[in-house]
């Protein structure tokens, strides 16, 4: 079993930055990818960035260029600096941890940019 804890979620002008965290517990070993999604109301989730194991990043065309996704293996946290904010990136949005034991969610954290 992996917990993920999502923290860093605010409200931010738009142009303004934030730094997300997701802190993982647990059985850490068997982490293959972790992925931060995003929810706005009446939408699905959407995958917008991952980091694997071995520090391969990807990132969806909407967020490149103005997002980041980092890790500290020592802390068993992942990051997303998300720079240049649109009101468009307002939702919640939550890690994922794709494991050798299957995915594990964390409980999300809310992300608001007013214009």
């Known amino acids: 079993q992996v917990q993920l804890v999502e923290s860093g979620g605010g409200l931010v002008q738009a142009g303004g930055s934030l730094r997300l965290s997701c802190a993982a517990s647990?059985?850490?070993?068997?982490?293959?990818?972790i992925g931060w999604y995003r929810q706005a109301p009446g939408k699905q989730r959407d995958l917008i960035a991952r980091?694997?194991?071995?520090?391969?990043?990807y990132y969806t065309d909407s967020v490149k260029g103005r997002f980041t996704i980092s890790r500290d293996n020592a802390k068993n946290t992942v990051y997303l600096q998300m720079n240049s904010l649109k009101p468009e990136d307002t939702a919640v949005y939550y890690c994922?941890?794709?494991?050798?034991?299957?995915?594990?969610w964390g409980q999300g954290t809310q992300v608001t940019v007013s214009s």
């Open positions: 647990g059985s850490t070993f068997s982490i293959n990818v």
């Open positions: 994922n941890a794709d494991t050798s034991y299957g995915r594990f």
């Open positions: 980091i694997t194991s071995g520090g391969t990043t």
